[in-house]
T-cell receptor, first 115, second 114 residues
Framework: AQKITQTQPGMFVQEKEAVTLDCTYD???????LFWYKQPSSGEMIFLIY??????QNATEGRYSLNFQKARKSANLVISASQLGDSAMYFC????????????FGQGTELSVKP | DSGVTQTPKHLITATGQRVTLRCSPR?????VYWYQQSLDQGLQFLIQ???????AKGNILERFSAQQFPDLHSELNLSSLELGDSALYFC?????????????FGPGTRLTVL
C-alpha cells in the first residue's frame, strides 16, 4: 500500500524557535520522491522542498530541511527560526516515478507560530 | 506566484450541471496534473497529462474528463455535478514527465455545487 502519514494534526511553536513536522510513508517502490508543501489560509499550495529516494544527502532550502531516514521511511520537515508567516497547513507528499509522478498527500499538520 | 494560472477562481453552480475548469502551466512545463481537495477526502490526484497525452489516472470519476491541448493548457470537465463534488480543484505543472521534479500548483478553482 502507498500511504503518507502525518500524525500531528496541529502544532504550536514559539517565534524564532525550530520545529519538526513528522511524516512517515509506506511504499514498495524503489524510486520515489518526497515533497513538502505549505498551504496558508489563502489556499494556495506552495512548494517547499524535495528529496529523491536515491539522494544520500538531506535536502535543504533556506530555513527548510528534510530529515530523510530511508530505513525508517520517514521524511520529517525541519523549519528553523520560525516566523509568524510560517503559520499554515503543511502537507507531506510522495511522488511515484513509475506512475507519471502523481502525488499522494498526508492529511496535513496545522502549524501555529506564537509571537 | 507559481506561474501556473487557473480560471475561474470561484464557481457556483447547481446539481446536474456541467462546468469546465481551465489551467495554463508554467512556461516550459509539459506535465499537467489535476488534484481535488475536499474536507472529507483531503488532497487527491485525479489525472496527469504530459505533452498532450494522458500519462496517469487516479481517483477520477467517470463524470469527470480532462484534456491537454497543443498549446499545453489543460481543461477539466465536470458533468452531472453532485453536492459532493464541491471542492478546491488544483492544477499543477512540472517540467518532468515522471515526477522527478517538483510540481508547482496554481491558485485553485473553488467549486461550490448547490
Amino acid at each position: 500500500a502507498q500511504k503518507i502519514t502525518q500524525t500531528q494534526p496541529g502544532m504550536f511553536v514559539q517565534e524564532k524557535e525550530a520545529v519538526t513536522l513528522d511524516c512517515t510513508y509506506d511504499t514498495s517502490d524503489q524510486s520515489y520522491g518526497l515533497f513538502w508543501y505549505k498551504q496558508p489560509s489563502s489556499g494556495e499550495m506552495i512548494f517547499l522542498i524535495y528529496q529523491g529516494s536515491y539522494d544520500e544527502q538531506n535536502a535543504t532550502e533556506g530555513r527548510y530541511s528534510l530529515n530523510f531516514q530511508k530505513a525508517r521511511k520517514s521524511a520529517n520537515l525541519v523549519i528553523s527560526a520560525s516566523q509568524l508567516g510560517d503559520s499554515a497547513m503543511y502537507f507531506c507528499a510522495m511522488g511515484f516515478y513509475n506512475q507519471g509522478g502523481k502525488l499522494i498527500f498526508g492529511q496535513g499538520t496545522e502549524l501555529s507560530v506564537k509571537p | 506566484d507559481s506561474g501556473v494560472t487557473q480560471t475561474p477562481k470561484h464557481l457556483i453552480t447547481a446539481t446536474g450541471q456541467r462546468v469546465t475548469l481551465r489551467c495554463s502551466p508554467r512556461s516550459g512545463d509539459l506535465s499537467v496534473y489535476w488534484y481535488q481537495q475536499s474536507l472529507d477526502q483531503g488532497l487527491q490526484f485525479l489525472i496527469q497529462y504530459y505533452n498532450g497525452e494522458e500519462r496517469a489516472k487516479g481517483n477520477i470519476l467517470e463524470r469527470f474528463s480532462a484534456q491537454q491541448f497543443p498549446d499545453l493548457h489543460s481543461e477539466l470537465n465536470l458533468s452531472s455535478l453532485e453536492l459532493g463534488d464541491s471542492a478546491l480543484y488544483f492544477c499543477a505543472s512540472s517540467v518532468a514527465p515522471h515526477g522527478e521534479r517538483e510540481q508547482f500548483f496554481g491558485p485553485g478553482t473553488r467549486l461550490t455545487v448547490l
